[in-house]
């Protein structure tokens, strides 16, 4: 008999993030996933589970390395202010097509899965909550330099920024929709002391 050929489990799911980036959920069929990673049905069940436990890996670590994304964009600068440029951008170019199938697949797949999967709406929740406190943080701080605006609550302008974020990431999903770079000018104008 010959020897099983051997998997990487990170190859695995970056193959398989791949195929539930570009068609959802529900539109990505076992046989994709197999076709996808390489893998036969049997040994993708036996690595991961069912379609539904392979997903929740898949996207447990998405949401992981878009926090830590969201890191290395805040360390990127020093200022409040230029701090939120650089995660407004990293956003943006992190959402394009060349980076994936194009959009947020946490975006995507709140809309597709979040009215009915609670697995899957408790992540996304969490996420964006860490998202949310961390934004938070940074504008607070940029008030305290009078950077940012301080007129409007730091939670109130963090809702803002998230709504621009979700605007540039769905765009990015259907196409150009305009300019990014655009859209981030008036969005940081907008937080400056008035």
């Known amino acids: ?13 970056d193959a398989a ?3 539930f980036w ?21 040994s993708l069940y036996q690595a991961f589970g069912d379609k539904h ?15 830590a994304q969201l890191e290395a964009d805040l360390a990127r600068a020093s200022t409040p202010l ?8 990293g956003v943006a170019f992190t959402a394009c097509p060349s980076q994936g199938p194009g959009g ?21 929740t969490a996420h964006f909550g860490v998202i949310r406190a961390r934004v938070v943080a940074v504008l607070e701080a940029g008030q305290r330099a009078g950077e940012v605006r ?8 963090a809702g803002y920024l998230q709504t621009v974020v979700a605007g540039l990431a769905t765009g990015a999903r259907a196409g150009p929709q305009g300019d ?9 104008d907008s937080l400056r002391p008035r």
């Open 1 to 13: 008999m010959g020897r099983p050929r051997q998997f990487d489990p990170d190859d695995a799911l």
């Open 82 to 89: 230029a701090q939120l440029e650089a995660w407004l951008y």
């Open 53 to 67: 436990a392979l997903f929740l890996s898949v996207l447990d670590r998405y949401l992981a390395r878009g926090t």
């Open 22 to 42: 570009a068609h959802g959920y529900e539109a990505t069929s076992i046989a994709d996933l197999c076709d996808a990673t390489g893998m036969l049905r049997g």
């Open 150 to 157: 301080a007129d409007l609550e730091a939670g109130v302008l």
């Open 180 to 188: 990014p770079a655009a859209v981030i000018a008036v969005a940081l």
């Open 17 to 19: 993030q791949q195929a």
């Open 104 to 124: 947020c697949m946490a975006l995507n797949t709140l809309v597709e899965l979040g009215p009915h999967d609670d697995a899957v709406r408790d992540r996304l």
